[in-house]
């Protein structure tokens, strides 16, 4: 059971825009941590998708963006294609458990 | 640009001990304000944070995983280590070596390595 919830799927239509959100709590999200968000494409490592709530790293489409309020965080995907199907993960610390910590993962369909 | 690539057996017997190794291309393991993490992720599961060791030879380990868990440094080599002993099923995973620089509870894992599939099984 992760601290952070994330719904374990979503998806949309070719163009579409599809959010992906990130629930944590007083001792993640709340304490003021930041959170990053990761894609994993199948058989491939995580790669980094947005750093420090709402970075984008070098190379990553303005499709992509995140927001951080309290205790929560969201990822928004626009213009959605086919290369987006994906598992995205989001990543922070928690205090309490004194760990990096990631949601359980949230797997996005093309319809 | 840092590279990192993980290697070790891919079969481990229930209750022996773990071992893999993450050599690191690109830049120096002693390059300060850098963390060496490993992560895993058992199939078809999410990931999860197993520790971190700082340049300087720190280690921060999960505590779900401490009492069993070991990480250290080879300077010499440029490569980085984790033992995890008395293993069961359960660790069986895909275990992924990557870096993080600044600070440990702000910041995020990049680059990753490939991973590598370790099953435990007798």
């Known amino acids: 059971q992760s601290v952070l919830t994330q719904p374990p799927s979503v998806s949309g239509a070719p163009g579409q825009r599809v959010t992906i959100s990130c629930t944590g709590n007083?001792?993640?999200?709340?304490?003021?941590?930041?959170v990053h968000w990761y894609q994993q494409l199948p058989g491939t490592p995580p790669k980094p998708l947005i750093y420090?709530?709402?970075n984008r790293p070098s190379g990553v489409p303005d499709r992509f963006s995140g927001s951080k309020s309290d205790t929560s965080a969201s990822l928004a995907i626009t213009g959605l294609q086919a290369d987006d199907e994906a598992d995205y993960y989001c990543?922070?610390?928690?205090?309490?458990?004194?760990?990096?910590?990631f949601g359980p993962g949230t797997k996005v369909t093309v319809l | 640009q840092l590279q990192l690539q993980e290697s070790g057996p891919g079969l481990v017997k229930p209750s022996e001990t773990l071992s893999l190794t993450c050599t690191v291309s690109?830049?120096?393991?002693?390059?300060?304000?850098?963390?060496w993490s490993w992560i895993r992720q058992p199939p078809g599961e999410g990931l999860e944070w197993i520790g971190n060791?700082?340049?300087?030879?720190?280690?921060y380990y999960n505590p779900s995983l401490e009492s069993r868990l070991t990480i250290s440094l080879d300077a010499s080599k440029n490569q980085f280590s984790l033992k995890l002993s008395s293993v069961i099923d359960a660790d069986t995973a895909v275990y992924y070596c990557?870096?993080?620089?600044?600070?440990?509870?702000?910041?995020?894992?990049?680059?990753w390595g490939q991973g590598t599939l370790v099953t435990v099984s007798s």
């Open positions: 990543q922070s610390y928690d205090i309490s458990l004194r760990s990096s910590v």
């Open positions: 060791i700082y340049y300087s030879g720190s280690t």
């Open positions: 420090y709530n709402n």
């Open positions: 007083s001792s993640n999200l709340g304490a003021g941590y930041d």
């Open positions: 690109g830049g120096s393991i002693t390059t300060k304000n850098y963390y």
């Open positions: 990557a870096s993080l620089f600044g600070d440990f509870d702000y910041s995020w894992f990049d680059p």
